[in-house]
């Protein structure tokens, strides 16, 4: 039992040390690796190589897969160009597995001693961050040394003999086995280094161990569709398309083990080096037999997985990528992304807002008021997101980024409200009445409306840029928007002082309008507040003066959300 224990205790330290790594990459180079799979698709051979080598750095074709497959999904990567990214990665976790199948055992110490102290020095950071990977590389090190300690015992184990000798007779049933035990450890990379343990003790004959390797690389492509279960239809014909080429060529291959056996017997007989070897052998060839044929395969995917993408609906959010959260750089890229979407959508609702103060379009109105229901579930999607970044991750520029991304949202969201707001105003005021305003008060609206679309559109980009001047600019408009307002409540004023029908009719709408301008426009200056602060020349006392308040401070750090 004790025997049993070590062994299990040392695949499961293969598997952490692997998760590790994993995410220790994604978060040094989460960026760069998703930019070079989404610029590597101007043919096959490129995207090939780029699933190669990423997967090569995160020792994990299933976190390869999910980037990809979020890419498909988000229709930035066709189908075809995808699978070839697929093929590549398992060539890549092939290529790992040889390397990890060399006696490392005297690096695992120096790893994980210099991992630590980089950890922990650098907590948070891209060094300590490489000091993670570094710790994974040398836990894996030390899980395959435990793995080979722990089989020994097993060899003279004579219920363990039994229990393997179970394994000798049905090739497609030890495939079962091996896809059953990757599906359980989530890691072929495991799996197949445990079989070459098992070879090499003498526990089960090569002949198994070969039929658990194709397991291993089945149970893989099962564990990538199933983590892709909740993606749209074009993200999940990506993993569907991975599991349907290792199936054929685990068809392909089964009645050829033996065949397989002999050959490698001629490059190195040693049973670990011969299993790790078949498992090379498997991924390439697969990926020379499959890689002219990536169009036809996507094209069956898609006939098995009909349907658009889900993403092509307007209030879905598009670049929330769950796959990024573990790279908190990204994450805060993503919902950036996303909160501009938000921005069009407001955009939008102030261009429909000015047609219906002009035309009276009751249809506009409700249409355009049931776009704020899609603001306010894009509002709820980001912050949700935002909620899962890790705060330990974030330094303290990206901690001041995430009380950017969310103070923006809470913005655009309140700016939704106050526009629906007015038009429930103007119908319930105005086309239910049939009025319409003064000429004059008309074209004042239309100006205020024109500088506050403006301001939105340099506000958003004071967001994305960060720009210092832009953010003077943004304040010194929201200082004329305001003497703008007031000069317009005068001459609205003495229209009514001359008896100016319209004016009198629509007072008390067109008043609220202008006021309400004025405080959407100073939500859309609000995000020169934290450029400005940060610039170190904010002016608190022209901000009391100009909103009664001064608005809230931006955190200054990830401790303080």
């Given amino acids: ?101 060399l006696d490392l055992s005297w690096l695992s110490p120096l790893l994980i001693f210099v991992g630590v102290i980089l950890h922990l020095s650098w907590k948070g950071n891209k060094p300590g961050h490489v000091g993670r990977v570094l710790i994974g590389l040398g836990l894996i090190t030390l899980a395959l040394e435990l793995i080979s300690i722990a089989t020994r015992p097993v060899v003279q184990a004579a219920g363990v003999k039994v229990l393997f000798g179970t394994l000798t007779g049905d090739p497609t049933l030890d495939m079962l086995i091996g896809a059953f035990l990757t599906i359980l450890c989530y890691s072929s990379l495991a799996v197949v280094l445990f079989c070459g343990a098992l070879a090499s003790a003498g526990v089960v004959s090569l002949h198994v161990a070969m039929a658990l390797v194709l397991g291993a690389n089945l149970g893989s492509g099962i564990s990538a569709l199933l983590t892709t279960s909740g993606n749209n239809q074009p993200g999940k014909r990506v993993t ?57 395969l996507a094209r069956l995917c898609e006939k098995v997985l009909p349907g658009r993408n ?79 970044i890790s705060l330990e991750a974030l330094d303290e520029r990206d901690g001041r980024r995430w009380t950017e991304i ?63 001047k832009s953010a003077q600019q943004l304040m010194a408009e929201k200082a004329t928007f305001r003497d703008l307002e007031r000069k317009f409540a005068r001459s609205h004023l003495q229209r009514i002082a001359v008896q100016t029908a319209e004016s009198i009719e629509t007072s008390s709408l067109h008043l609220d309008v202008i006021s309400d301008l004025k405080r959407l426009n100073s939500l859309f200056c609000a995000t020169a507040y934290p450029v400005l602060e940060e610039a170190g020349v904010l002016n608190r006392s022209r901000m009391k003066e100009d909103d009664g308040e001064p608005p809230a401070r931006a955190l200054p750090s990830a401790q303080a959300h």
């Fill in 406 to 468: 969310i103070s923006l949202t809470i913005n655009l969201e309140h700016a939704g409200d106050i526009i629906e707001r007015i038009l429930q105003d103007a119908r319930d005021k105005k086309i239910a009445h049939n009025l319409a305003f003064s000429e004059a008060g008309m074209q004042e609206i239309s100006q205020m409306h024109a500088r506050v679309v403006a301001n939105l559109r340099l506000g958003l980009s004071v967001f994305l840029s960060g720009d210092l």
């Fill in 240 to 296: 569907l398309g991975n599991l349907l080429s290792r199936l054929l060529g685990c068809v392909i291959a089964l009645p050829l083990l033996g065949q397989a056996e002999h050959l490698l017997e001629l490059v190195d007989a040693d049973p670990q080096r011969l299993v790790v070897n078949f498992h090379l052998l498997f991924n390439v060839a697969l990926a020379v037999l499959l890689l002219g044929a990536t169009g036809p």
């Fill in 1 to 101: 039992m004790g025997v049993l224990l070590h062994l299990l205790s040392g695949v499961a330290l293969l598997v952490w040390g692997t998760n590790i790594v994993k995410v220790g990459i994604l978060r040094v180079y989460g960026a760069n690796l998703r930019h070079v799979l989404s610029s590597s698709i101007s043919n096959r051979f490129t995207a090939f190589a780029a699933g190669l080598g990423v997967t090569g750095l995160v020792q994990s074709s299933n976190a390869t897969a999910v980037i990809v497959s979020s890419f498909v999904g988000q229709g930035l990567i066709a189908v075809a160009p995808a699978l070839a990214i697929m093929l590549g990665a398992n060539v890549g976790t092939a290529l790992m597995v040889q390397v990890f199948s």
């Fill in 310 to 388: 889900t993403g092509d609906s307007q209030v879905t959010p598009r670049h929330l990528d769950p796959a990024a959260l573990p790279t908190p750089a990204l994450a805060l890229s993503n919902a950036a992304r996303e909160v501009l979407r938000i921005g069009d959508r407001i955009e939008q609702m102030l261009d429909n807002m000015l047609r219906v103060l002009r035309t009276n379009d009751a249809k506009l109105a409700t249409a355009t008021c049931r776009i704020d229901d899609e603001v306010d579930d894009l509002y709820t999607a980001i912050k949700l997101y935002l909620t899962q």
